[in-house]
T-cell receptor
Framework: AQTVTQSQPEMSVQEAETVTLSCTYDTSESDYYLFWYKQPPSRQMILVIRQEAYKQQNATENRFSVNFQKAAKSFSLKISDSQLGDAAMYFC?????????????FGKGTKLTVNP | EPEVTQTPSHQVTQMGQEVILRCVPISNHLYFYWYRQILGQKVEFLVSFYNNEISEKSEIFDDQFSVERPDGSNFTLKIRSTKLEDSAMYFCASIQTRENTIYFGEGSWLTVV
């Protein structure tokens, strides 16, 4: 069964500092995608970053980058120069194909607090 | 940037009433989804829809739930007889196969009283 585990229910960081959110997943698939979604208090799900499993190079998106360790099935998110607007729930998600459609499995989320 | 739109943003309904949540997926997307997030919990898959039929559904998606795409643009989730435990944020999502990135709408917050 595909599962996604986020071991940190809550994290905090000082404004302008760097924080890393952890995520591990379990799969027997070789072709899949990994995502980090941000959910601010408005509860909208916003895509932060995406990683294709077949790519060795870690994805980056401005201040957001990932450390993708395929063998270890680890997919952590690093936020550099943290800003107050980064405060949100962050969900790690895994996407795979089943029955001809893509399916997302989410972790339980990490609540990030940014302290001024 | 294209986006998935959902209506209503918030609905309060009496237990036992029927509710229809509406979604307009991104126009060139082929697969459509409904996900649910009960307050304080993780996002859960409900159902996927492709080529005008359900391609997969979870155990949550029982006979009280139905989906349809009546006019080629709207994608609706109907809950026939709401229960208190149906209170949740319902997210519509769509995907264009090649990109393999699922885009979410802003969610419809359903409160059953």
């Amino acid at each position: 069964a595909q599962t996604v585990t986020q071991s940190q229910p809550e994290m905090s960081v000082q404004e302008a500092e760097t924080v890393t959110l952890s995520c591990t997943y379990d799969t027997s698939e070789s072709d899949y995608y990994l995502f980090w979604y941000k959910q601010p208090p408005s509860r909208q799900m916003i895509l932060v970053i995406r990683q294709e499993a077949y790519k060795q190079q870690n994805a980056t998106e401005n201040r957001f980058s990932v450390n993708f360790q395929k063998a270890a099935k680890s997919f952590s998110l690093k936020i550099s120069d943290s800003q107050l607007g980064d405060a949100a729930m962050y969900f790690c998600a895994y996407s795979y194909t089943q029955g001809g459609s893509e399916k997302l499995v989410f972790g339980k989320g990490t609540k990030l607090t940014v302290n001024p | 940037e294209p986006e998935v739109t959902q209506t209503p943003s918030h609905q309060v309904t009496q237990m036992g009433q029927e509710v229809i949540l509406r979604c307009v997926p991104i126009s060139n997307h082929l697969y459509f989804y409904w996900y649910r997030q009960i307050l304080g919990q993780k996002v859960e898959f409900l159902v996927s829809f492709y080529n005008n039929e359900i391609s997969e559904k979870s155990e949550i998606f029982d006979d009280q739930f139905s989906v349809e795409r009546p006019d080629g643009s709207n994608f609706t989730l109907k809950i026939r007889s709401t229960k208190l435990e149906d209170s949740a944020m319902y997210f519509c999502a769509s995907i264009q196969t090649r990109e393999n990135t699922i885009y979410f709408g802003e969610g419809s917050w359903l409160t059953v009283v």
